[in-house]
């Protein structure tokens, strides 16, 4: 392993509970718009989605370093939670694109409770001790 590594250790455990803390306050703003409010998805709340996809691919990326260079987590199921919790808001994205019927606040909802659920399991799977 080399120098980097406790870095990216770090970062990955800070970018985790960043990211699910991000992630569930866009599941509040999805139910405050699609619930209470009755609204649809805006540019601005899309771009927070697609900014979000970006901190999930980051933190994947981290991930897999240190798993190139040899790192494990605790649990090898963390691998696989990790990837769920990447691709859970993009599958979302695509079916609120391509729905003839406007489902968007429904499907980031969905897509949002996913992602946090298996981020809340993929930290609990992936540290030592």
Known sequence: MGDW???????HFWISRLALAAGLVMLGLSIYIGLIRHGDSTPWF??????????????????????AAGGRPHEDVHLIYGAGAVLAL????????????????????????????????????????
Do not use: Q
């Open 5 to 11: 590594y406790p870095l990216f250790r770090d970062l």
């Open 46 to 67: 899309r771009r927070g989605v697609y900014a979000m996809v970006a901190v999930m691919a980051i933190e994947a990326l981290i991930g897999l370093a240190m798993l």
């Open 90 to 129: 993009p599958f979302f994205i695509f079916v609120e694109r391509t729905a003839t019927k406007r489902p968007a606040m429904g499907s980031y909802i969905w897509g949002f409770g996913l992602m946090a659920a298996i981020m809340l399991r993929a930290i609990m799977t992936g540290a030592a001790g």
